[in-house]
């Protein structure tokens, strides 16, 4: 597998669906309900080709469509400012609580975030991913921390500005909430960095140098790079 390639399924399930929203919505001038329709043609479509093909649900994808329909849900809120601003909340809840369910189901979503970062396409890297995956325990344990991080970081956030929406004035809110996004994701990536991907980057340097030939040297350059949630440390 090559660098490029490791990275198209989160580019596919992430980055066109979440891109072509803003591209509908900012730069064609689509309204809110029509972006948020069209740009979840892409994850519906490979969420029922990962079902027809292999029969399992490609997790990553089923997830951005799930957000993309409670988007259009939420589109029909109106009225109220204070329930307009919870309903930016919405989606941070909905991500959150999708990938706690993967944690308690066994098949952490986060992973196919860390993964490509951690791997880079590298052959030996993968490898070593896959012995880790199947024979250590402490790496799956920082596989579902990772996880488990982003799942209560994006319910905290949604639950502060929740809580902010209906105790502060609305026009404190409105910038406020840009803050505390800000925060929040700053938050993620440095303790789940600390607590997982920095590990789980050691784990696979020690791996691939466990299995070079007896006496090569393993220097640092051996050590795939960590997310930045890692690097930030």
Known sequence: MTKKKAFVPLIMDVA??????????????????????????????????SVVKDRTVNGLAALILFVNVVGLLLSFVAG??????????????????GILVSVAMGRPIMTAVTKPWLVK?????????????????????????????W???????????????????????????????????AGGFLVSGALAAGPMAAMLAAEVCDKRAEGEKCSASAAPEAPLAAVAE
């Open 16 to 49: 066109v669906p979440v891109g072509s929203y803003y591209l509908f919505k900012d730069g064609l001038g689509m309204s809110t309900l029509a972006a948020l329709g069209w740009s979840s043609v892409v994850p519906a479509v490979r969420t029922g080709w």
């Open 80 to 97: 109220d400012p204070r329930l307009m601003l919870v309903k930016d909340s919405g989606v941070s809840s909905v991500v959150g609580i």
């Open 121 to 149: 396409g590298d052959e030996r890297r993968e490898a070593a991913w896959r012995r880790l995956q199947s024979g250590s325990e402490d790496f799956r344990r920082a596989e579902r921390v990772f996880s488990v991080v």
């Open 151 to 185: 799942g209560v970081v994006l319910l905290g956030e949604c639950l502060v500005r929740i809580v902010g929406a209906y105790t502060l004035p609305v026009d404190t809110m409105v910038w406020l909430g840009t803050v505390i996004m800000i925060v929040a994701m």
